[in-house]
T-cell receptor, first 114, second 114 residues
Framework: AQSVTQLGSHVSVSEGALVLLRCNYSSSVPPYLFWYVQYPNQGLQLLLK??????LVKGINGFEAEFKKSETSFHLTKPSAHMSDAAEYFCAVSEANNNNDMRFGAGTRLTVKP | DTAVSQTPKYLVTQMGNDKSIKCEQNLGHDTMYWYKQDSKKFLKIMFS???????INETVPNRFSPKSPDKAHLNLHINSLELGDSAVYFC?????????????FGAGSRLTVL
């Protein structure tokens, strides 16, 4: 089955600094990849997704991620962190020919310091 | 109008009790899911139903029994609650053939077993 690994359970950046959250996936078939964000006491919201086509995908709130097949990675970035970005971020994968199953990484907590 | 609604939002109960969490979606999706998020924020799929048919049943104790009376509802019943069942349970729904599409999550139901 497909799986994802998020490197770093906790990332701390200063406001205005680059945000980089790492995600590597494992899949025997072409993957569909997702980043979700969870704010305190809320459910998960979709930030962005990759299916096919352009490997650099842009999402909401200035986030983007790049699919790199050779590295089996889908890292999430944002050029300049805002205090409001503090949340838990989850990378997820589903397989293109197995449409009923989505697997999540363990999550990365992003802290933004003033 | 809430797309995926779960009740109750909070549930505190004693070990050994039986409890249910209800989920309803008004998005017309065919597939519904239950995920368990533990204290370390790890999000693990428990069940997936496609138009009332069980698709995924992960290694979950048989004390957990999902019930889908129709494709808009997926309830989770838990018998003989144990301390380790304490977690946040998320319901989600997605269109048929998840593939490129995304899951919509409820706000979560926090279960505390004393």
């Amino acid at each position: 089955a497909q799986s994802v690994t998020q490197l770093g359970s906790h990332v701390s950046v200063s406001e205005g600094a680059l945000v980089l959250l790492r995600c590597n996936y494992s899949s025997s078939v072409p993957p569909y990849l997702f980043w979700y964000v969870q704010y305190p006491n809320q459910g998960l919201q979709l930030l962005l997704k990759y299916t096919t086509g352009a490997t650099l995908v842009k999402g909401i709130n200035g986030f983007e991620a790049e699919f790199k097949k050779s590295e089996t990675s889908f890292h999430l970035t944002k050029p300049s962190a805002h205090m409001s970005d503090a949340a838990e971020y989850f990378c997820a994968v589903s397989e293109a020919n197995n449409n009923n199953d989505m697997r999540f990484g363990a999550g990365t907590r992003l802290t933004v310091k003033p | 109008d809430t797309a995926v609604s779960q009740t109750p939002k909070y549930l505190v109960t004693q070990m050994g009790n039986d409890k249910s969490i209800k989920c309803e979606q008004n998005l017309g999706h065919d597939t519904m899911y239950w995920y368990k998020q533990d204290s370390k924020k790890f999000l693990k799929i428990m069940f997936s139903y496609n138009n009332k048919e069980l698709i995924i049943n992960e290694t979950v104790p048989n004390r957990f029994s999902p019930k889908s009376p129709d494709k808009a509802h997926l309830n989770l019943h838990i018998n003989s609650l144990e301390l380790g069942d304490s977690a946040v349970y998320f319901c989600a729904s997605g269109p048929r053939g998840l593939g490129a599409n995304v899951l919509t999550f409820g706000a979560g139901s926090r279960l505390t077993v004393l």
